[in-house]
C-alpha cells in the first residue's frame, strides 16, 4: 500500500501548443507556438500567444494593443475535439481552434457547434533555455536582444556582460554581477565608478517575426530604455542531477544510508530514497522557483527518525541556488535543505 502526500501550490506555467491538419493530430500540435494579431472592436488588436505541450498543458498570452493594460495570461489544459483544439480553464471551456494549413484559427464561442474564424495564429519557433544556437552560445547564460536587432546583450556563466549599441566601435563590458530576483523577474544592476545600468529580465512571451521567446528584456543605460527579447540559457539552473541530502531545517536524520534525490526536468518527475522508503513526486521550475509536489512513498515503517518531517519540509521549498556542487533549498529566502550532488562515478 502506499501513501499519498499531496501540495496545494501555485504550480509554474508550462508550455505548450497544437495545430491540425484536415484531420486534427494531437502528435502533430504537440510543442508547437503559435501567434499573432487578431482583430478588437475596442483596441488596436489582440495580439496572442498559444502554447501547447506534450502534457496537455497550454499556456496563452494576450496583449490588447493600444491600451495602457497588462499582458493577460492563462492556464490549463488542452484537448482535440472534434476536429478542433481545445482549451480548458478549471474544467470549462475558454477557446477553440480550427487548422488550416500551419495556422491556428480562433473560433467564437467554445460551446457552439458552428462558429466563423477571426484571425489567424501562425505556427512559430519557440525559444527558450538550451535550445537556441547551441554551439554558438557556448559559454554564455543569458543573452538579449532588441526586436531589429539595434543592441545585443551577453551574459557569460561567470556573469559577465557585454552590451552593444549602435554608434559604438566596441560594446560596454562590466565585470560579473550576481543577479536577484523581485518577484518573478530576474534584475542585474550594474554600478561602477564612472557608469551603471539596469537589466530586467521578465517573463511574458516576446516574439521577433519568426520566433517567440519566453522573457522579455529592459536594460536601461546612459539614461535610455533598450526593449528587446531574450532568453536564460540555464533556466533550468543545473537543478537536473543525483543529489544526496546533507541536512534538512538545520539537523540530520538518523539515516542508516542517506536519502538522496534524482530529480528530471525534462519529464518533470523527481525520485529517490528518504533514508527508509523510496518515494517521487512532480517538480516545477519557472522564472528560477522551484516546486516539488504529489509525494507518494513507500509504507514502511521507519524508525529512528521522522520520513514524513523530510517530505513535509521538501514540500515548502519554493526556492533553491546551486554553488559548487551544493544545493540549497529554500521558502522565501530561507535555507531549509541542503544537498550535494553525486558526480558520475562516485
Known sequence: ???????????????????????????????????????????????????????NRFRLSETYLGKDEPCKEKYGTWSVQDGRVMLFADN????????????????????????????ALARK???????????????LDVVGFGKDASWSLDITHNKAIQFSIPGLD??????PVVPTLSGDSLIYNVVTAGDKMEIIFSPGFCG????????????????????GCGAIMNADGGLDGVWTLQSFEGREGNWEDRPYMVIDLNTQKFYGFTGCNNFNGTVHLKNLKVCFTDVTAGSKQCEGYNENALIETLMKCN???????????????????????????E
Open 1 to 55: 500500500m502506499k501513501r499519498t502526500i499531496l501540495l496545494i501550490c501555485a504550480v509554474a506555467a508550462l508550455y505548450s501548443c497544437q495545430t491540425n491538419r484536415s484531420i486534427v493530430s494531437s502528435d502533430y500540435i504537440e510543442g508547437a507556438t503559435f501567434s499573432g494579431t487578431l482583430p478588437c472592436q475596442d483596441c488596436n488588436g489582440i495580439q496572442q500567444v498559444v502554447l501547447l505541450d506534450s502534457n
Open 92 to 119: 470549462a471551456p475558454i477557446a477553440q481552434y480550427a487548422m488550416s494549413g500551419t495556422s491556428l484559427l480562433p473560433l467564437d464561442g467554445p460551446s457552439q457547434a458552428t462558429t466563423e474564424a477571426k484571425g
Open 125 to 139: 519557433k519557440f525559444i527558450r533555455s538550451k535550445k537556441i544556437n547551441k554551439k554558438f552560445l557556448e559559454g
Open 170 to 175: 566596441a560594446p560596454v563590458a562590466f565585470s
Open 208 to 227: 521577433d517575426g519568426e520566433s517567440v521567446y519566453d522573457y522579455k528584456v529592459t536594460v536601461n543605460y546612459h539614461g535610455k530604455t533598450y526593449n
Open 319 to 345: 526556492g533553491f541556488s546551486i554553488t559548487d556542487e551544493t544545493m540549497e533549498l529554500s521558502q522565501n529566502g530561507v535555507t531549509l535543505m541542503i544537498f550535494k550532488r553525486k558526480l558520475s562515478g
